[in-house]
């Protein structure tokens, strides 16, 4: 496909790890692509392991895989998350039955074995997690990337130029499987998801309740994420 016409979906969540998110949006936009970022919501600013703030273009429940080319799943501790909200699930899914690609990197093997789409595939991950992804049914290769199909994989910051250019190369040689043409914009007025910011945004976990031993990431301090 003309990469100036690929939509792609990066997603976020508190605990992402910064180089993870940032690299593979940076380096498709570089290229042409019209990238948005998705969250669990779009107001919320989300902290990454080391505070690097960013607020989503668009709420997963607003996203719509029809929309889009291919979605990056970054690592870091945001996986825990993404794959606990139904949204994101369905999005990725969605994206990879309709034949879009998904890539995800580190912990994100994570979200591709609750999204169902692991089974019978060759994949890579940090291998922390490699008895995850070998328990959801996919054969695990311990290689900087791999690529199987419409899913390309990798483990760690230090493999994202073979990472960001693998996914470059798989767009610009294969056409375009969403059905909608319309380019997308962020569902807010500020423009599109910035690296600039203010101040750091560090997440704490706090209690879900009075005495409750169930918790929840939250944002104590606040980068202006624009």
Known sequence: ??????QIAV?????YQELE????????????????????????????????????????????????????VPGGFAPEGLRRNPAIVSLVKGIHDQGGLVAAICHAGWVLATAGIARGRNLTCVSLIKDDVINA??????????????????????????????????????????SSNHPLRPSRSRGFASAAYESPAKVVMTARGKASANYIMTVVSEGDGK
């Open 1 to 6: 496909m003309n990469l100036a016409q690929a």
């Open 21 to 72: 998110l940032w690299y593979p949006l940076m380096r498709l936009r570089e290229a042409g692509c019209n990238v948005l970022v998705v969250g669990p919501s779009d107001t919320q600013v989300y902290g990454s392991k080391l505070g690097y703030p960013i607020v989503a273009d668009l709420a997963a429940e607003e996203a719509d895989p029809t929309d889009f080319d291919a979605v990056v």
């Open 137 to 178: 049914g996919a054969n695990y290769i311990d290689q900087p990337v791999v690529q199987d199909g419409n899913i390309i994989t990798s483990r760690l910051p230090g493999d994202l130029p073979e990472f960001g250019r693998a996914i470059v190369d798989y767009l610009a040689t294969h056409p375009s499987t969403r």
């Open 11 to 15: 997603l976020a969540e508190h605990q």
